[in-house]
């Protein structure tokens, strides 16, 4: 089993930033890569950012292209989502992934955090 674990997320004016993490621990060995979804109330969760374990490819959902990054500490097992320049429609439960490759939709994902939550005021 794998454990993701969030934490980072809470209330930001329009046009800040905040800098979400995501520790991963347990049998890693069929773990590829790591991915960030958010989800509002009534939606389906949606895609963001993802991050390949080797050789670090990322790739972004276009709606966050330019404001968030994704990156990945291997030594400390830890997935990071700086988020800049946000806007209100960026207020989201935002959800950790991992599993064996980068997929956009929340079936190709194994395992998942319980979320953070993200609240932008405009």
């Known amino acids: 089993q794998v454990q993701l674990v969030e934490s980072g997320g809470g209330l930001v004016q329009a046009g800040g930033s905040l800098r979400l993490s995501c520790a991963t621990s347990?049998?890693?060995?069929?773990?590829?890569?790591n991915g960030w979804f958010r989800q509002t109330p009534g939606k389906e969760r949606e895609f963001v950012a993802g991050i390949k374990w080797r050789g670090g490819s990322v790739y972004y959902a276009g709606s966050v292209q330019g404001r968030f990054t994704i990156s990945r500490d291997n030594a400390k097992n830890t997935v990071y989502l700086q988020m800049n320049s946000l806007k209100p429609e960026d207020a989201a439960n935002y959800y950790c992934a991992a599993g064996p490759f980068i997929g956009t939709l929340p079936t190709e994902w194994d395992y998942w955090g319980p979320g953070t939550q993200v609240t932008v005021s405009s």
């Open positions: 347990g049998r890693t060995d069929s773990i590829g890569a």
